[in-house]
């Protein structure tokens, strides 16, 4: 793995999306919300998309929600990714509302339409902590 190639694909940290990076970091999904309307968003954004509403705090999230849709990714596109292949990307609607786009941690894992998955926390091979979705029955109760 190719430790420097795989932390130029992830986002900088910013003073804007620090909050949900350092969620990470703690092991806690943590989303914006708005402070008029009360919508959770993702990712941040300095106006609210629904409200338009420039006034937002962070907060934490259950964690909770469902496969949206997904895919597995069979090419090579990322030399970061390279060693990771085939690996599953899902979408994932939050309990909260917004949809998160990220991986399946669990490799061997058939996902479908609707299927209740919950965020993990894994260390990234730079060492950043990143979000995962796990359809593990025993994380999603
Ligand atoms: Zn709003």
Request: aromatic share 10%; net charge negative; hydrophobic share 40%.
């Amino acid at each position: 793995m190719d430790v420097a190639a795989y932390a130029k694909l992830l986002p900088d940290i910013t003073p804007s999306n620090k909050p949900f990076w350092d969620g990470c970091a703690a092991g806690e999904l943590r989303l914006q919300q708005c402070s008029d309307c009360g919508r959770h968003r993702f990712p941040d954004a300095p106006i609210c998309p629904q409200c338009l509403s420039g006034s937002a705090s962070w907060a934490v999230v259950s964690g909770k929600g469902t496969v949206w849709s997904w895919c597995t990714m069979h090419q090579k596109y990322f030399a970061a990714f390279a060693d990771e292949v085939p690996y599953r990307l899902v979408y994932v609607r939050l309990a909260e509302g917004p949809l998160v786009i990220s991986t399946l941690a669990d490799e061997s894992a058939e996902p479908h339409i609707d299927q209740p998955v919950r965020a993990v926390f894994r260390p990234s091979p730079g060492g950043r902590v990143v979000l995962q979705f796990s359809t593990d029955a025993a994380n999603v109760s």
